[in-house]
């Protein structure tokens, strides 16, 4: 299947979603949601159909997508990895499991691998503090992470 049939289905599919809202006003985040679902991320052409759909401004899409930062507009991974940075994993050394990813998978916090398979980001606070450092691998959640635990977390999703 050609890969402009592909996206093409994936339009469909969020236009669907959106025809079949009981009430379109106030459901740009949920539609956001669901796009970002179906897509991975949100580029431009998406937060402009979605804006046309909604009949919100493509700068209140914008600035939605902007604002919050579940949302991106770069293409992730297929395991995004979560270091939480906050306070209580910070002091824990949440900074030296965050080198240590950024080392063994050679890329920055933010960015992904040049294969599509991991990109690194990072987390102000998961809501888990008796388990800093925390680290998220998707939804996965790990908890009193060392430098010494990420290679172990990473082979589980290489192998």
């Known amino acids: 299947m050609c890969k402009s049939v592909l996206v093409e289905e994936k339009y469909h ?9 009981p009430d379109k006003r106030g459901a740009l985040i949920e539609v956001l949601h669901r796009a970002q679902h179906i897509f991975g991320y949100l580029p431009q052409e998406v937060q402009t159909f979605v804006g046309e759909k909604l009949g919100v401004p493509t700068s209140k899409v914008f600035g939605v997508v902007s604002f919050y930062s579940y ?7 297929e395991y995004v990895v979560n270091i939480c940075l906050g306070t209580a994993c910070f002091v824990r050394g949440a900074a030296g499991v965050l080198a240590e990813f950024e080392k063994q998978l050679n890329i920055k916090n933010g960015q992904t691998t ?22 998220m691998v ?19 999703y290489t192998e």
């Open 71 to 77: 949302f991106t507009t770069e293409p992730r991974g």
């Open 114 to 135: 040049p294969d599509g398979k991991f990109t690194i980001g990072s987390l102000r606070c998961v809501g888990a503090c008796g388990l800093a450092p925390v680290v």
């Open 13 to 21: 599919e969020l236009e669907e979603f959106i025809n079949n809202l």
């Open 138 to 156: 998707n939804d996965k959640v790990y908890g009193h992470v060392t430098e010494q635990d990420v290679s172990k977390i990473l082979a589980e």
